[in-house]
């Protein structure tokens, strides 16, 4: 584990870790063991670090640390990454009405696979996603493991407004719009659970590293949740 990460210079201020070239849970692992390790042994001069599906950006201020140095400190977390437990898998329900207005595309996306609304439900409520990132827009969940029975291109004209809680599928890829904003997503649900809420102790309701289920619900359940804000969370 650790071996064969390469550094790249990606600006005069920030550096690239590059962990390998495949979405796999476990090169996520690797990250999250380095993202850890960076919060424990804080190197000065590093600014911020942003995790992607397979690569690792550092920001640094090359006043207090310049490039070859940093390097060397990285390298030296990179040799106890196999030490780092991350934490125990949690799987984060998430409850979806689907299609009707909620869920445009979802016709769509049946037609392009020729399968039936009822059967894209299905795959998609059938199986937990691993969150590999967070980004876009606050809290935007990018998800792996969508089967490809269901994959679909995005739109070719992207909305200009896209509803905050509209599940989406892009090619391989599903996720959650958590604020309204433009998107190209095929959008084929909608969950009435806030994802981002600045006013929340906890802002952010999914975290790297845990999982993701989908839960078909009906409209009533839809409006309940809604108002009451009621549904278990976890697993």
């Known amino acids: 584990m650790g071996e064969g990460i390469k550094y790249v210079s990606a600006s005069d201020s920030s550096i690239l870790m590059e962990f390998g070239d495949e979405i796999k849970p476990e090169i996520n ?66 409850p979806v009405l689907y299609g009707g207005e909620y869920g445009p595309d979802l ?32 809290g935007f969940p990018y998800l792996g ?23 989406g599928i892009a090619d391989r890829q599903t996720g959650i719009y958590p604020i309204s904003s433009p998107g190209g997503w095929q959008i084929i649900g909608r969950t009435p659970i806030k994802l981002f809420d600045p006013q929340r102790e906890v802002s952010f309701l999914l975290e790297i590293g845990s999982y993701l289920r989908f839960i078909p619900i009906s409209q009533v359940q839809f409006e309940w949740i809604k108002k009451e804000g009621g549904f278990k969370w976890g697993v």
């Open 145 to 167: 493991g969508m089967s490809k029975k269901i994959a679909t291109p995005r739109l070719k004209n992207p909305r200009e407004k896209v509803p905050a809680g509209s599940i």
């Open 107 to 138: 016709e769509t996306v049946a037609n392009y696979n020729n399968l039936s609304d009822e059967e894209v439900i299905k795959i998609h409520s059938s199986r937990d996603y691993l969150i590999y990132m967070l980004g876009f827009t606050p």
């Open 29 to 94: 692992r690797e990250i999250q063991a380095m993202v850890h390790l960076l919060e424990k042994e804080v190197i000065a001069g590093v600014i911020e670090y942003i995790p992607s599906y397979t690569k690792l950006m550092i920001t640094y201020d090359p006043l207090t640390i310049d490039y070859q140095n940093l390097v060397a400190k990285l390298k030296e977390l990179e040799d106890r990454i196999h030490t780092i437990s991350t934490s125990p898998t949690k799987i984060i329900e998430i």
